[in-house]
């Protein structure tokens, strides 16, 4: 294995700390639109549940933002709202990913919301649901509406 050289590691540490602040930045003031927001958002919760569930994780796993709402300015305590859909097509993925009793879309909901909230530099209230859409990868309509064709 390569030594990592320090110094380069360091620049390309502060560039990626530098990168991602503007970012932030840029997704507060994008966030009118919502869309480039709402598509970072859905990313972190599907990264969460490739990190909880690995294997297990169906791979026809769709996650879609229902609902975003940016804290009103000058409010006390400032919340982002987000409420998302997590799309799978057969009831037994619905079971893997609710998990018994609950508790893996608990923890998904838990991880993702601490990621949520320091990438949006908010607090954030995150409203996960696991829903049944039998066969939507065979939908050119539904795969159209979810942006995987055009």
């Known amino acids: 294995m ?16 530098d990168f991602f602040s503007h970012m932030i930045s840029l997704c507060s003031s994008i966030c009118k639109i919502n869309t ?38 000058g409010e006390k305590n400032p919340t982002t709202r987000m409420q998302a859909s997590i799309l799978v097509e057969r009831d037994s993925q619905k ?28 607090k954030v209230h995150l409203d996960l649901q696991v829903k049944v859409d039998k066969g939507w990868r065979g939908n050119e309509k539904k795969l159209k509406e979810y942006g995987y064709m055009k």
């Not at 390569?2 to 700390?17: A, E, M, Q």
């Not at 919760?45 to 709402?69: D, H, N, S, W």
């Open 36 to 73: 480039a927001c709402s598509f970072f958002a859905s990313e972190m919760i599907r990264a969460t549940l490739f990190e909880k569930l690995g294997k297990e994780l169906p791979y026809c796993c769709e996650v879609r933002m229902t609902q975003f709402k940016e804290p009103v300015p």
């Open 95 to 122: 079971g893997i990913v609710v998990g018994k009793g609950g508790q893996m879309i608990k923890d998904v909901g838990v991880t993702a919301r601490k990621k949520l909230e320091d990438f949006f530099q908010t």
């Open 2 to 17: 390569d030594r990592i050289d320090l110094p380069f590691f360091s620049i390309g540490v502060l560039f990626l700390f």
